[in-house]
C-alpha cells in the first residue's frame, strides 16, 4: 500500500485506508488523510475479469476529456494520475487505479423509495444524454463480449458439455427454464443486427449502489464505478435497473416468495431515464424499451447457473449453492416481470408518447 501511494505522490503515513463497498470483482478502499480532509478512492482492479486494465483506463480518460470541454458543470469521477503521468499505478503485476472521493455522498444497497429509482434512473440518463455526441472511436469493451448475451449462451450451453455433471443433474429444472426462454437471444441478436438501433457510450452496471447521492438533499450527485463504461447499447443500462431498483429483494435473497417487480419502482426509474433521454431515443430504441428488463434478468440468472455449474469459478460465493439460489432468484423476478409486461408497456407508453 505505501509503494502504491508514492506512485500517487501521496505520502503514506499521512493516511488511513479501509475497504469500501460491496462488488463482486473489484478490491475497492477509501483513503483518508489525517492531517486534513482529503479523501479517495483506490481501487484494484480484477485482472482475471480485466484482461487489459488500459482500456478501462482509455475509456474513463476519454470520458473525462470530452465532458470536462462539452458539460463542465457535470460531475464525472475522474482518474487521478501518477505521478509520472500514467492513469494506472502498476505494482507487482496489480493494476491500481484512483479517484476523489465525492464528499457528502451516500450509497444505498437497495431501493426503499421510488424517488430513489426516479433519481438513479435519471442520473444514468443524464450519464448517457452528455455522452449522446462522444466519438466512439478508437474506444474498446474493457471486457469482450461482456453483454453479449448470445455469447453468453454459448457459455452456458458449453458448460452443461463441460460442467460439473451432479450439479448439471440437480439443477435440470433450471436449465429448462433458460432454455425456454432462448427466444430473448434472438431478440437480442436482432438489436445488434439492426443499423437504426445505435451504438453508444453505455455504464453497463447501474446497479443502485453505483448511484451517489447527496447527504443533504437526497438527489442524485453522479454515477461512479466506471471500469464497464464503453460502448454498448442501452437495454444494458435500462435492464440493469429494472433488475436491480423493481425487486424489494436483492440477487442474494432466497425470500423466493418475496422476489416481484414493485411497478410503481419501475415507473420511477422508466421517468428518471426518460426525463433525460426521451427526445435523443431512436424509434429503434423506443419500441425496444421493456425488452431491456427480461434482457438483463435473463443474462444474470443464465451467468449465475453456468457460473454453478462451472463450480463458481467467477463470482464469488458465501456457500455452495449461492450461485444456484442467485439464479433462481433471477429466474422469479423474470417470471414476475414477463407476467406483468402489458401493464409495464402501458407505463413506458405514457411516459415516451
Ligand atoms: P465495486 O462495486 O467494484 O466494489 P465501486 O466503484 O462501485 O466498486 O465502489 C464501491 C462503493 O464505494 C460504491 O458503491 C460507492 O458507495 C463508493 N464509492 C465509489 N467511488 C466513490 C467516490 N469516488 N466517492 C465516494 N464514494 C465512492
Ligand atoms: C458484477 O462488480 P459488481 O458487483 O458491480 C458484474 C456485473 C453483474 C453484477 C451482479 C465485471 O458487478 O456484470 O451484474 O456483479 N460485473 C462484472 O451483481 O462481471
Ligand atoms: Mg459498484
Known sequence: MEHILKLFGLEPDNYTYKPFGSGHINTTFSLDSISDSKQFVLQKININVFKEPQIIAKNIGNTSDYLAKNHPEYLFIHQIKTTSEEDLAVVDGEYWRLSPFISNSYSI?????????????????????????????????????????????????????????????????????????????????????????????????????????????????????????????????????VRTYTCKESEESTDFDKIKVRTEYFEALMTGYLSQMKSLITPAEKENLFFAGPFMIYMQGLRFLTDYINNDIYYPIKYPEHNLNRAKNQRILLEDLLSKESELNTIIKKNID
Open 109 to 241: 444497497n437497495s431501493v426503499s423509495e421510488p424517488q430513489m429509482a426516479y433519481e438513479a434512473g435519471k442520473a444514468f440518463g443524464l450519464l448517457t444524454k452528455n455522452l449522446h455526441f462522444m466519438p466512439l472511436d478508437g474506444l474498446q469493451a474493457s471486457i469482450p463480449g461482456f453483454h453479449d448475451l448470445a455469447w453468453r449462451y454459448q457459455q452456458f450451453e458449453e458448460s452443461l458439455l463441460n460442467g460439473n455433471q451432479n450439479r448439471i443433474q440437480e439443477v435440470a429444472e433450471e436449465i429448462e427454464f433458460i432454455k425456454s426462454q432462448r427466444h430473448l437471444v434472438d431478440v437480442y441478436q436482432n438489436i445488434i443486427q439492426n443499423h437504426d438501433y445505435p451504438t453508444r457510450m453505455i455504464h453497463h452496471d447501474t446497479k443502485i449502489n453505483n448511484v451517489l447521492f447527496d447527504k443533504t438533499t437526497n438527489k442524485n450527485l453522479c454515477v461512479c464505478d466506471l471500469d464497464t463504461l464503453m460502448p454498448g447499447k442501452i437495454i444494458s443500462d435500462i435492464g440493469d435497473m
